[in-house]
């Protein structure tokens, strides 16, 4: 059974770092392209980070997070990461790490068909 379990979430001040974990059982990050997205009430998932899959280390980020967030990924733990620097209050949401087959970077939600439960990162003003 493939599963992704996230860590990390919480309540943290604007200015401050959180750094979110994502781990995969029952299949191997190092060959899947992986996304994370987060979730505002009423609203559409939107991705922060994409990262290629296999070999390929290239990375995406949207305006609204580059320069702030970043992906990485380790493949020894089978985990990947989400580093959320200089976080604002407008990045309170419901983040999501996702994984899909293959190793073209994507940026859509439906491209991914692997997600974690999800976990809560609040910025306080």
């Known amino acids: 059974q493939l599963q992704l379990k996230e860590s990390g979430g919480g309540l943290v001040q604007s200015g401050g770092s959180l750094r979110l974990s994502c781990t995969a059982s029952g299949f191997s990050l190092a060959s899947y392209a992986l996304g994370w997205f987060r979730q505002f009430p009423g609203k559409e998932r939107e991705g922060v980070a994409s990262m290629a899959g296999g070999d390929d280390d290239t990375t995406y980020y949207p305006g609204a997070v580059e320069g702030r967030f970043t992906i990485t990924r380790d493949n020894a733990k089978n985990t990947m990461y989400l580093q959320m620097d200089n976080l604002k209050p407008e990045d309170t949401a419901v983040y999501y790490c996702?994984?899909?087959?293959?190793?073209?970077?994507?940026?859509?939600?439906?491209?991914?068909?692997?997600w974690g439960q999800g976990t809560q990162v609040t910025v306080a003003s």
């Open positions: 996702a994984a899909t087959t293959g190793i073209t970077i994507a940026t859509m939600p439906a491209a991914f068909d692997n």
